[in-house]
């Protein structure tokens, strides 16, 4: 659907018992483009993330990715959310990069990134490995391969945690803050990564507190807190000639990177 | 009215004599505990010995005490020691039989409990001038107890339930009290269950207090 | 020590007729309690995390008790305690029935250990690949769950063997009651009880070499499960 942006969401709202994190966002995102989501923790940044692919499930509001809804049918009358199991091959098409990096530790790396073919999209096993293979080589990772995720450093665990999500030729990849597990001196290898697939032409929602970074591989940036979006437009504007105070403000308090 | 009253003087009558029973079980566990604890730090010590042959000797001994139940290690220091004209009481038969077997599990408990002593303790240790009979004194086994004290409770609770068989050599414990209640009044399920009761309120707080100190040592690490 | 080995050679065919059922019943013992203590496991494992306080507080309670009572008592309590209730269980069953009651709490907590183990991250990253719960469940937590369990599971069952002596109080012909009714028999105390010992051992050496093995092979590509 060519005009139709890749991602769009409107009035997402999501609370967690007393405690309102998404009280109305809305944005789209197009083909193509990547978007940097900076704030403090408890803006919601995170929860934004992950009702894209619902792993939390909004409580209003609605996500459509490449013009479909994701997690709910339209029916008379209104929506209707759908069940995990439909909700699968949705998340197919969305690839998510961890904080935790989350690798499945009784899987060599070229296991982790294979397997998701192998199963969810019925690839054969030889196959699955050779785009495993693949997929290694683009984070650099090839060389460790057959390795268990315990023997590898965290910064190489999160490049397989890349390449897992990209084994699934996902049309929106999400990063949920990828390097703040990170030590300072691993964080540049996984960088450079999401910077190779920025390049690539890859459509990304980024969440991260590396503004020099974001304001690098973004071509747009919200900037986030308590619940709504304070500000957003070109990395300039908004890192470089923030209009809001509360921007300022956070801005200021980040150790420049 | 009566009946009650009658049947509540039968079961303290019978706790009485569960009671002194349970006396003896209590003995018999801090009697075996201290064998157990003597020849498990022997274990670990011949276990970390340069010669292979000790090495071998202590896996033959675990192996043994824990490949055979208890209870047939307790027969054959009981009635198979006789055979050769060694003749225990049944006591101390108890406490040496459940005290080797216990040397088998605390020897590797000790074992593990130093090894997860970061080699590194001993070095800084020493590297701050503590010889290292003063290192192992203030450094290493304080923190070597401290990690071994859980799986120890442990053990010793574990003890306690252990006594219950020694009621076949005839050492006076709760099972053999409860065993010969039921023979002079036949009413097996109060006593049976009496026993049960008994056990489980000197085990249950020992358990919880074991599960404090895990909790302990955790928040400690 | 030839004169010890040759009181064998001499009885070796009045005994064996005798001891080799008696290894089948304490097989037979092992093999039925440790079936139903794993379910009784899995049972108590999946209530004890279970949303319904009712369901995790029985659960937590059974498994309290369970370990604070000696298996020979439940053993008492099943074949003798039951009596009254109206429920008359032979040796054998409540042998069973015994020995599953209480070994059921420990493989419960066994159980809770690999189900608890699992970072919920590991089951969301492999939602977010766009697995079904039931594939993330075969693929991921299954396999991790089993590599968890699997050692002190097998851990268990040489545990369970040894404590199938226990049955002896309870009269059920396994090999201590077996070796007991021969010494009355030949006055040979020391070399019967050193032969179920034997016989016990036998059983439990290899055992115990593949449980090693197994725990040894599982616990490759477990120690980071973030």
């Given at each position: ?257 | ?218 928040a400690w690490r | 020590m030839i004169e010890f080995l040759s009181v064998y050679a001499e009885h070796w065919s ?213």
């Open positions: 659907m060519a005009g139709t942006p890749l991602l769009v969401i409107e009035e997402l709202r999501k609370r967690f018992g007393a405690l309102e994190v998404l009280r109305g966002v809305s944005l789209a995102l197009e083909q193509g483009r990547k978007l940097a989501v900076l704030g403090p923790s408890g803006s919601g940044k995170s929860t934004l993330l992950r009702c894209i692919n619902h792993l939390e499930v909004p409580d209003a509001g609605h996500v459509y990715l490449d013009g479909e809804l994701i997690g709910e049918r339209c029916v008379t009358g209104g929506f209707r959310k759908v069940s995990e199991r439909e909700l699968a091959p949705q998340r197919a098409e969305i690839g998510m990069v961890f904080q935790g990096f989350y690798l499945w530790p009784h899987l060599t790396a070229r296991e982790n990134v294979a397997v998701a073919p192998q199963r969810v999209r019925g690839m054969s096993k030889p196959a699955a490995l050779e785009l495993a293979g693949r997929m290694l080589e683009k984070v650099h990772m090839a060389h460790k391969a057959g390795e268990f995720p315990e023997r590898l450093s965290g910064g190489q665990q999160q490049r397989v945690a890349i390449a897992r999500a990209l084994a699934q030729e996902p049309k929106l990849l999400l990063f949920d803050e990828p390097t703040s597990a990170l030590d300072p001196e691993l964080i540049g290898e996984v960088l450079r990564v999401i910077q190779e697939l920025a390049d690539e032409g890859r459509s990304m929602v980024l969440v991260t507190h590396e503004v020099r970074f974001a304001r690098g591989v973004a071509d747009e940036v919200i900037f986030m807190d308590e619940g709504v979006i304070v500000e957003q437009g070109a990395p300039a504007d908004v890192l470089e000639r923030p209009q809001r105070e509360r921007t300022r403000a956070f801005l200021g308090q980040l150790v420049s990177h | 009215m009566t009946d009650l009253t009658a049947q509540a003087e039968q079961i303290a009558h019978f706790s009485a004599v569960l009671l002194r029973g349970a006396v003896t079980a209590v003995e018999i566990t801090l009697g075996a505990l201290l064998v157990a604890i003597l020849s498990g730090l022997l274990v670990a010590l011949v276990k970390s010995s340069r010669s292979r042959l000790a090495r071998a000797v202590a896996d033959v001994y675990i192996e043994v005490f824990r490949g055979i139940p208890p209870l047939a290690q307790l027969f054959i220091i009981y009635f198979g020691l006789t055979y050769v004209g060694v003749e225990l009481s049944s006591i101390t038969a108890a406490i040496v039989g459940l005290g080797l077997n216990g040397g088998a599990v605390l020897g590797e408990v000790f074992l593990s409990g130093v090894a997860a002593l970061h080699y590194g303790q001993r070095e800084a240790a020493l590297a701050v001038g503590l010889t290292p009979l003063k290192s192992m004194r203030f450094i290493i086994l304080p923190q070597a107890l401290r990690i071994t004290l859980p799986p120890l409770t442990n053990y010793a609770i574990n003890l306690l339930k252990e006594t219950s068989i020694v009621a076949a050599i005839a050492a006076p414990e709760i099972m053999f009290y409860a065993r010969n209640l039921t023979t002079e009044t036949f009413q097996t399920a109060t006593i049976y269950l009496l026993a049960a009761i008994l056990y489980f309120m000197l085990c249950f707080p020992l358990n919880r207090l074991a599960s404090r100190l895990e909790r302990a040592r955790a | 009045a005994w064996w007729p005798q001891i080799l059922p008696a290894v089948g019943v304490t097989l037979g013992l092992t093999a039925g309690a440790y079936a139903l203590s794993v379910l009784l496991g899995l049972g108590l494992a999946v209530g004890r995390l279970s949303r319904v306080r009712p369901v995790r507080w029985f659960a937590s309670a059974y498994v309290e008790v369970a370990r604070s009572v000696p298996a020979l008592a439940i053993l008492f309590l099943v074949y003798f305690g039951l009596v009254p209730l109206g429920l008359t269980l032979d040796a054998f069953t409540a042998g069973v029935v015994g020995l599953a009651l209480c070994h059921g709490a420990y493989m419960g907590e066994v159980f809770r250990g690999g189900l608890e183990a699992l970072h919920k991250g590991q089951r969301e990253a492999a939602l977010a690949v766009g697995m079904t719960p039931r594939d993330a469940f075969r693929f991921i937590l299954l396999p991790q769950a089993t590599r968890i369990v699997l050692p002190p599971a097998l851990n268990m069952l040489i545990v369970l063997l040894r404590d199938t002596s226990l049955c002896y109080f309870i009269t059920t012909p396994e090999l201590m009651l077996t070796a007991r009714d021969l010494t009355s028999t030949y006055f040979l105390p020391l070399h019967l009880y050193v032969l179920a010992g034997a016989i016990y051992f036998a059983i439990a050496f290899p055992l115990s070499l593949a449980t090693r093995r197994i725990s040894r092979r599982m616990s490759r590509g477990l120690r980071q499960s973030v």
